[in-house]
């Protein structure tokens, strides 16, 4: 039986959310793939290392990752039984054979103790209660001196395209919570615990076991529709049953219309890539390189 810290999360991505990604994943893959090569590059996977990737979804970057470890093996744990399922259909799908994936919640699961070389994560280490609880489990299913890469979002605002532009959709839905989710008490959740990481401060301090940290501000395009009613059925859609009157509805395709290119509706957006090491059995600790 999977043992659970995260009940609120467990629910939320077990249900409306979890659902939602597991429906719309090659979409979601569009929207957030921008961040692909700074993960990737931070990560620096060799053809022999074992991966671990914490809150892997559907898998796109678990099966990034087992390609890049060629000869070693990549898993993905993830607390969403719907996604683990859309994960465990394209892997098969696409024959990676050094793919595997666990429910788990990544904050308590018993890893295998220094089981991994690398644990990645693209913006799925934000929603533990507990950060530095989960990041020193992590720290333990690391090798002394293996290496942690992930992503996660820096803070919203108006100077950010991406958070500009939805905070407007936001607005136009009463109650518009800024990306226009509503205020589904799910939805509500993993919105919360999408920001809870983006002070680089509360980053540090949850990476205790770890030395080398480095957070990196990284901007990043993220695609939302093939063009701007597309991207407002999809956005109007995260939010079950939702409808709106047809002037809001041209208010909301007018403010992603400015957008629109001939590569679909894009929205700069912002993240921190953050990198670290286990620290070594001798218990190294060094330390870490200026803040950004
Ligand atoms: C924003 S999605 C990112 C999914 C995937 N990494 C991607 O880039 O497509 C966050 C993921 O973290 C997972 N998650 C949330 N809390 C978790 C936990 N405690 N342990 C494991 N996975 C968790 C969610 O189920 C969800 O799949």
Same mark, same amino acid.
């Given at each position: 039986?999977? !043992? @659970?810290?995260?009940?609120?999360?467990?629910?939320?991505?077990?249900? $409306?959310?979890? %659902?939602?990604?597991? %429906?719309?994943?090659?979409?979601? #893959?569009?929207?957030?793939?921008?961040?692909?090569?700074?993960?990737?590059?931070?990560?620096? @996977?060799?053809?022999?290392?074992? &991966?671990?990737?914490?809150?892997?979804?559907?898998?796109?970057?678990?099966?990034?990752?087992?390609?890049?470890?060629?000869?070693?093996?990549? &898993?993905?744990?993830?607390?969403?039984?719907?996604?683990? #399922?859309?994960?465990?259909?394209?892997? =098969? =799908?696409?024959?990676?054979?050094?793919?595997?994936?666990?429910? /788990?919640?990544?904050?308590?699961? $018993?890893?295998?103790? /220094?089981?991994?070389?690398?644990? @990645?994560? !693209?913006?799925?280490?934000?929603?533990?209660? #507990?950060?530095?609880?989960?990041?020193?489990?992590?720290?333990?299913?690391?090798?002394?001196?293996? !290496?942690?890469?992930?992503?996660?979002?820096?803070?919203?605002?108006?100077?950010? +395209?991406?958070?500009?532009?939805?905070?407007?959709?936001?607005?136009?839905?009463?109650?518009?919570?800024?990306?226009? +989710?509503?205020?589904?008490?799910?939805?509500? /959740?993993?919105?919360?615990?999408?920001?809870?990481?983006? #002070?680089?401060? !509360?980053?540090?301090?949850?990476?205790?076991?770890?030395?080398? &940290?480095?957070?990196?501000?990284?901007?990043?395009?993220? %695609?939302?529709?093939?063009?701007?009613?597309?991207?407002?059925?999809?956005?109007?859609?995260?939010?079950?049953?939702?409808?709106?009157?047809?002037?809001?509805?041209?208010?909301?395709?007018?403010?992603?219309?400015?957008?629109?290119?001939?590569?679909?509706?894009?929205?700069?957006?912002? &993240?921190?890539?953050?990198?670290?090491?286990?620290?070594?059995?001798?218990?190294?600790?060094?330390?870490?390189?200026?803040?950004?």
């Amino acid at each position: 039986m999977t !043992r @659970i810290a995260n009940s609120a999360q467990a629910q939320a991505w077990n249900g $409306p959310v979890g %659902t939602h990604w597991a %429906t719309h994943q090659e979409r979601y #893959d569009a929207m957030v793939s921008g961040v692909n090569d700074a993960l990737f590059a931070g990560a620096a @996977i060799s053809a022999g290392d074992r &991966v671990l990737d914490v809150g892997c979804g559907a898998g796109a970057t678990t099966r990034i990752a087992a390609r890049l470890a060629a000869s070693g093996h990549a &898993v993905g744990v993830d607390i969403s039984a719907p996604l683990l #399922d859309r994960a465990r259909a394209i892997t =098969a =799908a696409e024959g990676v054979t050094n793919a595997a994936y666990e429910l /788990a919640d990544a904050q308590i699961h $018993p890893f295998p103790r /220094a089981g991994y070389d690398v644990v @990645i994560s !693209r913006g799925g280490v934000m929603f533990f209660a #507990d950060h530095a609880a989960a990041f020193r489990n992590l720290a333990g299913a690391l090798r002394p001196g293996g !290496r942690l890469a992930f992503v996660c979002p820096r803070p919203a605002g108006p100077h950010i +395209e991406e958070s500009r532009a939805l905070g407007l959709f936001g607005k136009l839905l009463e109650g518009g919570d800024g990306d226009g +989710e509503g205020t589904d008490g799910d939805i509500a /959740a993993a919105q919360v615990a999408m920001a809870s990481l983006s #002070d680089p401060a !509360r980053i540090r301090e949850a990476l205790q076991g770890y030395v080398d &940290v480095t957070v990196t501000p990284v901007g990043v395009d993220t %695609t939302w529709g093939r063009d701007a009613a597309d991207a407002v059925d999809f956005i109007l859609s995260r939010t079950p049953g939702r409808t709106v009157d047809a002037g809001t509805r041209a208010a909301l395709e007018d403010t992603l219309r400015p957008y629109e290119t001939n590569r679909g509706v894009r929205l700069r957006g912002a &993240v921190w890539l953050v990198t670290a090491r286990a620290i070594t059995k001798d218990g190294e600790k060094r330390p870490a390189p200026r803040q950004q």
